[in-house]
């Protein structure tokens, strides 16, 4: 079992929940501000693991972790998904008429835009994180200020919850990655799989190597571009892979290793529950 933990945000964080519910035994958390001190952490060993946020249903991709994942050199062993429903809450007595800010994460506000189109009165403040916002609102006794965050997040820092679910989309989950430096011995059964390729710039090699992908059998789940910063014009490209047979899993590895100008393996681990 891994001792420590990074996560970004603090106690009654989305994050915070994942490690709950992803460890038979949650460890210690190494509360991080932000997604780049999350990886320096896992980077520079003051943690054994790390949890990140990588794509939500309703928002799509968080474009800089991938970023991240490559600059850190960081490998994916496990994934657990979340279903997210964020929460209106303020000081006990507080009414959303006397609502003057909204505090909350980037992704929680675009995730609830409709709602607050009926509060125009209503300013949005972004911030590093939705739990810390609740724990600010509850200790500094903030009238006129709300946090965007879960029930756990409310129930913690002695909030009342004002609307519930207030969501744009009510079925609204989030995929978190499990990250480590050094890949480890794989114990679990490996039916999942993130690359990333970069190749030539020519015509048609991209449907060349989603060709390899299926006719190997596996089965794209994810394709996810951007561009390389020393080559201009050029991309990478970000990609999730399952496949039931292994065999089937490394021959389209050794493949698309030939044929891709650079091919790194971003991890292989057993594919989480929706």
């Known amino acids: 079992m891994p001792k420590k933990v990074a996560i970004q945000g603090i106690k009654g964080s989305f994050h915070d929940q994942v490690v709950e519910q992803y460890f038979s035994v949650p460890p210690e958390r190494l509360e991080c501000s932000t997604f780049d001190e999350l990886a320096q952490s896992i980077d520079s060993g003051k943690c054994d693991l790390g949890v990140m946020a990588i794509e939500n249903s309703i928002a799509g991709s968080i474009l800089p972790n991938y970023a991240l994942l490559d600059q850190y050199e960081l490998v994916i062993t496990g994934e657990h998904f979340l279903r997210i429903e964020h929460n209106l809450m303020a000081l006990p007595g507080q009414k959303i008429q006397e609502i003057e800010e909204v505090h909350s994460h980037p992704m929680a506000l675009l995730q609830c835009k409709k709602f607050f ?25 903030w009238t006129s200020k709300a946090a965007i965050a879960s029930v756990r997040a409310a129930e913690i820092y002695g909030l009342e919850i004002l609307n519930p ?50 006719d190997c059998n596996l089965n794209l789940t994810k394709i996810q571009s951007l561009p390389v910063i020393e080559t201009p014009g050029k991309y990478a490209f970000f990609v999730d892979v399952t496949f039931d047979a292994l065999s089937d899993y490394q021959k389209a590895k050794s493949l698309l290793e030939i044929m891709a100008a650079s091919f790194k393996v971003l991890g292989e681990y057993p594919a989480g529950k929706l």
Do not use: C, M
Not at 119 to 136: F, M
Not at 198 to 204: P, T
């Open 165 to 214: 679910s207030i969501q744009t989309i009510k079925n609204n989950v989030t995929r978190f990655i499990i990250l480590q430096k050094k890949e480890e011995d794989k114990k679990n059964k490996v039916n999942k799989a993130a690359w990333k390729f970069v190749l030539d710039h020519k015509r048609g090699s991209l449907a060349t190597a989603l060709n390899v992908v299926s």
């Open 117 to 141: 189109r009926k509060h125009p009165q209503i300013k949005l403040v972004e911030s590093h994180d939705t739990a810390e916002e609740a724990y600010k609102i509850g200790a500094q006794k």
